[in-house]
């Protein structure tokens, strides 16, 4: 089985969560499966960076399934000097597609805060065009004959448009709870950097693998309360 899996870091990992890249869900799902696998996910990248290398990587690839984990819906990338930049609202900083983690690499956004807190608080609207990309990569997917499932990390937020994308599509968990909640209420606990370790990274795979297997989504543990995250503009 040859398996493509993209996100943000905590698909990617980071030095203090995951030193081991070896203890990726992506690895440990690949040895169970005994087959191969493709990390195309970055710290910082955005749902846009996300559909966009998706697009690119997938065409003419014989991969069989292709894992996505969508970000916070609130980021986003522009163009320049042929980098993409992926920005954070209300972050003083924009990261490109081969960011590593070094806070010295970071470059100073372009006045782009402004006018994206003047909108960030309008939920709808950024989670329609999260919903936009995720009916676009999926149906692209289809297309080639490669099985996409989709988790998100923060909880999606409820519209007609949502719920056909919740209800039609491959969901490895309750995308109206998402993967971070799942996991602080499988009793994982977030690292310094914000990010879950290797144990946690390893029942992702076993869920992964039974979801692929049976379409058995995971069960939440408990009900937890998120915690508040600037960045973030759900509530759970």
């Not at 998402?178 to 390893?202: P, Q, R």
């Amino acid at each position: 089985m040859k398996i493509y899996n993209i996100g943000c870091s905590h698909t990617s990992g980071t030095k203090l969560s995951l030193p081991n890249p070896n203890d990726q869900y992506s690895k440990v799902l690949a040895l169970l499966y005994n087959g191969t696998s493709t990390m195309a996910a970055n710290p910082g990248d955005s749902n846009e960076r996300t559909y966009r290398q998706s697009i690119y990587d997938l065409t003419d690839s014989d991969y069989n399934i292709a894992i996505f984990q969508w970000t916070d819906p609130g980021r986003f990338e522009t163009a320049e000097s042929n980098y993409w930049y992926q920005h954070r609202p209300f972050s003083p900083f924009q990261y490109d597609a081969g960011w590593t983690g070094d806070r010295d690499g970071l470059k100073q956004t372009k006045n782009l805060d402004k006018y994206y807190k003047e909108i960030y608080y309008d939920i709808p609207r950024w989670q329609d065009k999260m919903n936009a990309q995720i009916i676009g990569i999926n149906t692209y997917c289809e297309s080639l004959g490669i099985r996409p499932i989709h988790m998100c990390w923060r909880p999606l937020h409820p519209s007609k448009m949502t719920n056909m994308i919740v209800n039609e599509y491959e969901w490895l968990m309750d995308p109206y709870q998402g993967l971070w909640k799942f996991l602080l209420g499988h009793g994982f606990e977030e690292a310094e950097d914000g990010h879950f370790k290797a144990d946690a990274h390893v029942t992702i795979a076993f869920w992964l693998k039974t979801y692929i297997d049976s379409y058995e989504q995971p069960i939440l543990g408990k009900n937890v309360i998120l915690p508040e995250r600037r960045e973030y503009i759900y509530n759970a």
